[in-house]
């Protein structure tokens, strides 16, 4: 079939090169999988609980595009307790299908034809296509291992142009577990606040900090709640990706605009997700400190692990990845992936499909039973080793 | 809770050395941590939680409210570990509410529990009265559930 009749904006974004690596996985036979982004718990009882109740009470129907003012007043509630910022559920919140579908109605919402958007990698996969289907410029700003990945302002203004608008965030960090020390957070809110440009900061991983270190928003900053579109969701701290569900807070003339867009395409988030949200928020704080706390364990054992097998691998505060460096094996990302895969059955991600300065590292996520990280890391230091 | 109890309260038969590792502190470290919580009795023992259903299924387990009139000094102490002292009796627990000790038996058969309850229990002076009740079926003990759900299936890589 000729592939001209697909747009060329379209066809001329790359493949996801998570997605490559999941079919060469998908052909395989008794993987240990360290590649999956998301929880391996599954969603807390009392949540899907309260999903069943709703459909027996029969909540079938649509809600407010915004989202049901019942669950936007326990979000406001929530980022006030949590982020220290106050959103009004009236008109600066917007419950969305996922933080995806924030992040897309943000940049489309927001981006002029060539408008210029800075994001840090090695980021989440979707950011570079997003801003590009929503007709922006991805510019990406590398960050360093030897920062453990956090961003430092002076390479924003490296990368700063006239038509740079809107500065994109997320910490901690898929794939890198990075997050921002306060310091050095005050001065890329500076930095947004000195070029008048918008940030989105997607913050789904907040709750997942480790050893008490507390978690800070930039929206929280002084001055920046009015230039700041902070995003947020339920799949990893409540363990609900399937759900689709999440959230956006900001100025109530970004939320109009990306409620205009939504309400045309998805009218509104699914009711279900939406009830089953409310009692996450409300009652979901003491499963979610279980799962971080099991998280937390993990990550000890498998930064460990990986250290004494020869793998240098620091010990990530946020998220629930480690991206140790395997620049020692003298092998690429892809080549040490593959090989891994091959003679170990055991799946880990290259760190360059997170962008291309993640080559050195790759991804693996310790959202997965201890027993099969205990299994994987041993086979990962049996493969260095030969 | 002290993430140490934790990982014991959830599988005590884990080896040292993953207890360390998760934990990040060394080995001899945790051994000695260990080794203070058995001393000092927080750890008082260490055992298998067995599906009883599988095993054993003819032993019947009794669950007993027992009213009891409390002693001017010691109050319901005496009696409590008087109870406790039986080897049938597997839980004592002081309650508060309309009766006051709650006996757990297991015995062989509904006759073993019978006659402890009669012969045993029921003739200790303090003792008011007795309530028995016995246990059905078992959905979930010591935080385990009895039936075992499949895992729902996960894709193997995901962004």
Known sequence: MSSSRIADHVRNIPRSGIRDFFEIVQSMKDVISLGIGEPDFVTPWHIREAAVYSLEKGKTGYTSNLGSPRLRRSIAAYVEKHFSVSYNPHDEIIVTVGVSEAIDLALRALLNPGDEVLYHEPCYVSYGPSIRLAGGVPVPVATRGEDEFSLRAADLEKALTKKTRVLMLNFPTNPTGAVMPLEELKKVAAFAAKHDLVVLTDEIYSELTYDELPHHSIAALPGMKERTVFLHGFSKAFAMTGWRIGYACGPADIIEAMMKIHQYSMLCAPIMAQEAAVEALERGTRSMERMREEYRLRRNFIVSSLNEAGIPCHLPKGAFYVFPDIRGTGLTSREFSLKLLETKNVAVVPGTAFGTCGEGYVRCSYATAMDQIKIAVERIADFVKK | ?159
């Not at chain 2, 590792?21 to 067995?50: P, W």
């Not at chain 2, 038996?105 to 008011?128: C, H, N, P, W």
Request: proline share 3%; glycine share 6%; with cysteine.
């Open chain 2, 1 to 159: 809770m002290d993430s140490l109890i934790r990982l014991l309260r959830q599988n005590s038969a884990i080896p040292r050395a993953d207890l360390a590792r998760q934990l990040g502190q060394s080995e001899e470290e945790v051994a000695a941590k260990i080794a203070k919580l058995e001393s000092d009795g927080t750890i008082l023992g260490y055992q298998a939680v067995i599906n009883r259903e599988k095993y054993d299924a003819d032993a019947v387990t009794a669950v007993i409210e027992v009213r009891v009139t409390p002693e001017r000094e010691g109050g319901f102490d005496r009696t409590a570990n008087r109870i406790a002292g039986f080897e049938e009796v597997e839980s004592v627990y002081l309650m508060s509410g309309g009766y006051d000790l709650l006996v757990i038996v297991d015995g062989r058969s509904l006759r073993e529990v019978a006659s402890f309850v009669a012969d045993k229990l029921s003739t200790i002076e303090a003792v008011q009265s007795c309530a028995t009740r016995f246990r059905l079926k078992t959905y979930k003990e010591n935080g385990l559930l009895h039936a075992v759900e499949e895992a729902p299936e996960r894709l193997a890589v995901t962004p």
